[in-house]
């Protein structure tokens, strides 16, 4: 009867450890469902955050250039403004993203010859200014400020070596 008794209590034994094991798996993976879950709300409010900051960059882009457009002139997608103080290119450029913009690299005839009237009207008609455009790189291929080959080039090109 005692050996009965010893394997009795050796099977409750067993049973209760089993279902001692079984609650803590349980409670493991509903932490771990729990947890995953958690990371998953985290990761789309990382993702909402990037977004927010993205379209904030964009207001201040375009504050930034209603600012400099108060002073300068606007034709139709851009924002010009004619520095009459003489710079050499790098430090035009520069001056242009200091200011939250770019050097002009006119699209087509008609956005050069508004540019050309601008400068004339607002620095000189004898002054000169830098485009965005430049052969830095392989002399006479002639490049926008994003390294794409231009389009247009009916612009003055004669004096392009000058600083």
């Not at 200011?99 to 050309?116: A, C, F, I, V």
Request: charge should be neutral; proline fraction near 2%.
């Amino acid at each position: 009867m005692g050996f009965k008794c010893v394997k009795l209590l050796f099977c409750i034994v067993c049973v209760v450890q089993s279902a001692v094991e079984e609650s803590s798996t349980k409670k493991k993976n509903g932490k771990k469902a729990s947890n995953l879950a958690n990371n998953a709300a985290i990761e789309e409010l990382k993702k909402q955050i990037d977004e927010i900051l993205q379209d904030l960059n964009l207001i201040k882009e375009h504050q930034a250039l209603q600012t400099v457009c108060l002073k300068g002139t606007k034709i139709p997608g851009k924002c010009f403004l004619a520095d009459p103080v003489k710079k050499n290119f790098h430090t035009a450029n520069d001056d242009c993203i200091a200011k939250g913009g770019t050097l002009s690299s006119p699209l087509s005839g008609d956005e050069n010859d508004q540019l050309y009237a601008y400068v004339r009207q607002t620095i000189g008609p004898e002054e000169h200014i830098w485009l965005g455009i430049n052969d830095i790189l392989k002399e006479g291929e002639w490049m926008d400020q994003t390294s794409s080959t231009i389009r247009f080039k009916n612009w003055e090109v004669r004096n392009h070596l000058s600083a």
